[in-house]
């Protein structure tokens, strides 16, 4: 063999090989993130937070599990790449996050000795654990805390960890909820469009399921008679339960707001020329004969303030919520002591 055709062999293997291994991680997310991961921090630290160092392990424990979700919603592999660098980086920066928090937690105030949770709390997590990831089965969850390497002392830190960092997002975002009347009209007032609603009817319905050979002359006769009980002032939630052959019979043909779009024109053509309180003629199908009566009714427009207020008040809750916490979150990094590689 020549010195030309062993070396284009050698470069015709090498590429091969390449190709192979690149068909394998993109085939396994995992395999790739972990080899990334491998790559971008070679000792196998990721940062350090207080005295608290943070490593690969930790990392890929969260990341692993949701790499499938993130393979599914891909579009390329450069993209499933991008997506978990992006998310990579995303939970070095909670766990750093997380460090300080508890740090906080900690922090001796006046004199007082430093905060712990109760064992009690601790115990009943654990318990909650157990029972929803192993079947109340201990040994399978002594198992599990010998496959990571763990002791039942280091994941009782880790649980009362959790507690901790759950405890003061949740006091966090509590201080940033108050939302003031005067801010809710702003936003409203700022933001009508968002409000802007279609038709819609509250809609009960009667069925009266066609059987064999029975005619559309019988069913409207037997329409005809619900109608006509409905008119003579029987409630028509009443005459549903007692008429109807749907499976919303026993909610008295309920079915809630519907709007224009949720229905076919057989039904929101007669449906929303209706008033409030008003029933439609039998409207007879292949299948049946139907009753519709409107028992409340919204017209096109803009919702009034009052029917919005505290959806507004979630929506600016929520802004302040996580505009609140940003802030929390840099002074705590500004104050910590935070490395990363």
Do not use: C
Not at 161 to 176: L, N, T, V
Not at 293 to 305: L, N, S, V
Request: net charge negative; proline share 3%; glycine share 4%.
């Amino acid at each position: 063999m020549t010195f030309r055709r062993s070396h284009a062999l050698l470069l015709f293997l090498a590429t091969a090989g390449r190709a192979v291994f690149a068909q394998s991680a993109s085939s396994n997310p995992a395999v790739s993130a972990a080899d990334d991961m491998n790559l971008r921090f070679a000792n196998g630290i990721v940062a350090v937070a207080e005295d608290k160092i943070i490593t690969v392990a930790d990392v890929n424990r969260v990341v692993m599990p949701l790499l499938p979700q993130m393979q599914s919603s891909a579009t390329s592999q450069k993209d499933l790449e991008q997506k978990i660098a992006n998310l990579q980086d995303q939970v070095i920066q909670d766990l750093i996050d997380k460090v300080l928090i508890i740090k906080e937690f900690r922090k001796k105030k006046d004199g007082d000795q430093e905060r712990h949770i109760p064992d009690t709390y601790i115990d009943a997590e654990i318990a909650r654990v157990e029972s929803e990831q192993f079947d109340n089965d201990r040994s399978k969850f002594l198992a599990y805390l010998r496959a990571r390497g763990t002791t039942i002392r280091e994941y009782r830190k880790e649980t009362e960890e959790e507690i901790i960092y759950h405890y003061m997002q949740g006091q966090q975002q509590k201080s940033a909820s108050i939302v003031s009347p005067v801010r809710i009209e702003t936003f409203y007032n700022e933001n009508k469009d968002q409000f802007y609603e279609e038709d819609r009817a509250k809609l009960r319905m009667i069925q009266l399921t066609r059987t064999d050979g029975e005619t559309d002359a019988q069913l409207k006769a037997e329409a005809d008679v619900v109608i006509a009980r409905f008119h003579a002032g029987e409630k028509f939630e009443d005459l549903a339960k007692e008429f109807s052959r749907d499976g919303r019979r026993s909610k008295g043909g309920d079915w809630g707001w519907m709007k224009r779009s949720d229905l076919q024109p057989a039904y929101s053509e007669p449906l929303f020329a209706l008033k409030k309180g008003e029933a439609t003629a039998p409207i007879i199908l292949p299948e049946g004969a139907f009753i519709l009566y409107a028992e409340d009714r919204k017209y096109a427009g803009i919702q009034p303030i009052d029917d919005v207020r505290d959806q507004i008040e979630r929506i600016l809750a929520s802004q302040m919520s996580h505009a609140s916490e940003d802030r929390w979150l840099e002074r705590l990094r500004r104050n910590g002591y935070v490395k990363r590689y």
